[in-house]
């Protein structure tokens, strides 16, 4: 039987997911052609709260600093799409590791905050055989909207449903935390490691 409190938050979070989670795992969506390629000019990272896999808090800015960084929007609780997406960062540390490149970290963000705590984030991390440099964190509930507002599918009003600001395309940002390179949905991992061989040139 439920606690008076377990009820609360499974509401909270039944109301939460209702918003347009489950839109994500029904069918991916498309970027269009504007949104792909080199972010001109580039964004800098909001300090944005994050709570880590390792259950510390921390900021999306301070996430970022001093290293390239490859970030994809997920939630653990999807079945279909999302697992899409892990298995394309397992593949994308797997080419990195086969080149010798250790400079470049992956950041798997939530946009379940209410759902993915350090545990389900940990647990995702080890679905996938994550390695040092492949973290997750998830914001806390009041920054979902700035982080949707940075890396979601633009073009769509700030109160549009969290499943239809979910985007399938990586950011990628360089060693000052700021946005400089969009992928189309679910790229190709040579996409990626081209973008990336461009952007570690730059600095």
Same mark, same amino acid.
């Given at each position: 039987?439920? =606690?008076?409190?377990?009820?609360? #938050?499974? !509401?909270?979070?039944?109301?939460?997911?209702?918003?347009? !989670?489950?839109? !994500?795992?029904?069918?991916? =969506?498309?970027?269009?052609?504007?949104?792909? +390629?080199?972010?001109?000019?580039?964004?800098?990272?909001?300090?944005?709260? %994050?709570?880590?896999?390792?259950?510390?808090? @921390?900021?999306?800015?301070?996430?970022?600093?001093?290293?390239? =960084?490859?970030?994809?929007?997920?939630?653990?609780?999807?079945?279909?799409?999302?697992?899409?997406?892990?298995?394309?960062?397992?593949? %994308?540390?797997?080419?990195?590791?086969?080149?010798?490149?250790?400079?470049?970290?992956?950041?798997?963000?939530?946009?379940?905050? %209410?759902?993915?705590?350090?545990?389900?984030?940990?647990?995702?991390?080890?679905?996938?055989?994550?390695?040092? @440099?492949?973290?997750?964190?998830?914001?806390?509930?009041?920054?979902?909207?700035?982080?949707?507002?940075?890396? +979601?599918?633009?073009?769509?009003?700030?109160?549009?449903? @969290?499943?239809?600001?979910?985007?399938?395309?990586?950011?990628?940002?360089?060693? #000052?935390?700021?946005?400089?390179?969009? =992928?189309?949905?679910?790229?190709?991992?040579? #996409?990626?490691?081209?973008?990336?061989?461009?952007?570690?040139?730059?600095?």
């Amino acid at each position: 039987m439920n =606690t008076p409190s377990a009820s609360v #938050e499974t !509401l909270a979070r039944r109301r939460f997911l209702q918003t347009g !989670l489950a839109a !994500l795992c029904g069918a991916a =969506t498309h970027a269009r052609a504007d949104d792909i +390629g080199r972010v001109r000019p580039p964004v800098a990272a909001p300090a944005l709260r %994050l709570v880590g896999h390792d259950g510390r808090a @921390t900021t999306l800015t301070n996430s970022l600093r001093n290293h390239v =960084t490859v970030v994809q929007l997920m939630f653990t609780g999807c079945s279909a799409i999302c697992p899409l997406q892990g298995m394309q960062f397992a593949s %994308l540390q797997a080419a990195l590791a086969s080149r010798g490149i250790a400079d470049v970290q992956l950041l798997s963000l939530s946009i379940d905050p %209410l759902g993915d705590d350090p545990k389900a984030l940990r647990a995702w991390l080890q679905r996938f055989a994550a390695g040092p @440099t492949w973290r997750a964190a998830a914001p806390v509930p009041a920054d979902l909207d700035g982080l949707l507002g940075l890396l +979601g599918r633009n073009g769509l009003p700030a109160n549009a449903s @969290t499943g239809d600001r979910h985007s399938g395309q990586l950011g990628l940002f360089d060693r #000052e935390a700021r946005l400089v390179w969009r =992928t189309a949905d679910l790229p190709p991992v040579g #996409e990626v490691m081209d973008a990336l061989r461009w952007l570690r040139g730059q600095g």
